[in-house]
């Protein structure tokens, strides 16, 4: 079945370092990919999307491209910020009538100042 | 514009006992989805809401259930509790068209312990 894999962490950076968080999925057809960000004891905060193959999704400095030749989603953000810290979901989203959001397991980010 | 919201905050029941968790959807989304996150785990959709029906269902057992009502709010009820089933219940909303490319988005959830 369409499965995600992300990199396991934690992922440990000092402030003002490049981040990035490796995803790759597993489908049939072709899914919309998501980047979700949880920060302690909250819900799920929408980070970035793209839709279609070669789509860059963007917000608040990260960026991740769909790249359906690797089957890659990977997060990406040239300086993190210790507020940056949280746990990322990569997800794929896909259904015929339907929307099911499948997710990896999550990739925790320590940012130190 | 208020987001999605969930309540309770958090639940304590022992097992074998129900619980009933509720969602309210975002102004303007008609489309309730359920996921379970198991501490340290990504979440795994339950079942999906559309019109008042079970649109799609994840590999739960028939201990879960739901309900949207037409003001498309909805329920999770889960029967005859494990101490499996202790988990953060995430909701999520949606415009009901079935599209993939459409975002959910999520509630602060449910933190339900099962002892």
């Known amino acids: 079945g369409d499965s995600v894999t992300q990199m396991e962490g934690p992922v440990t950076l000092s402030e003002e370092a490049c981040l990035t968080i490796n995803c790759t999925y597993t489908a049939t057809g072709y899914p919309s990919l998501f980047w979700y960000v949880q920060y302690p004891g909250e819900g799920l905060q929408l980070l970035l999307k793209?839709?279609?193959?070669?789509d860059k999704g963007s917000n608040k400095g990260f960026e991740a491209t769909y790249r359906k030749e690797t089957t890659s989603f990977h997060l990406e953000k040239g300086s993190v910020q210790v507020s940056d810290s949280a746990v990322y979901f990569c997800?794929?989203?896909?259904?015929?009538?339907?929307?099911?959001?499948?997710f990896g397991t999550g990739t925790r980010l320590l940012v130190s100042p | 514009d208020a987001g999605v919201t969930q309540s309770p905050t958090h639940l304590i029941k022992t097992r074998g006992q129900q619980v009933t968790l509720r969602c309210s959807p975002k102004s303007g989304h008609d489309t309730v989805s359920w996921y379970q996150q198991a501490l340290g785990q990504g979440p795994q959709f339950i079942f999906q809401?559309?019109?008042?029906?079970?649109?799609q269902r994840g590999n739960f057992p028939d201990r879960f259930s739901g309900h949207q009502f037409p003001n498309y709010s909805s329920e999770l009820n889960v029967n005859a509790l494990l101490l499996g089933d202790s988990a953060l219940y995430l909701c999520?909303?949606?415009?009901?068209?079935?599209?993939?490319?459409?975002?959910?988005?999520f509630g602060p959830g449910t933190r339900l312990l099962v002892l």
């Open positions: 997800a794929l989203s896909y259904g015929e009538g339907f929307q099911k959001l499948v």
């Open positions: 809401y559309y019109e008042e029906e079970e649109r």
């Open positions: 793209a839709t279609k193959a070669d």
């Open positions: 999520a909303s949606s415009q009901g068209q079935g599209d993939t490319q459409e975002t959910q988005y």
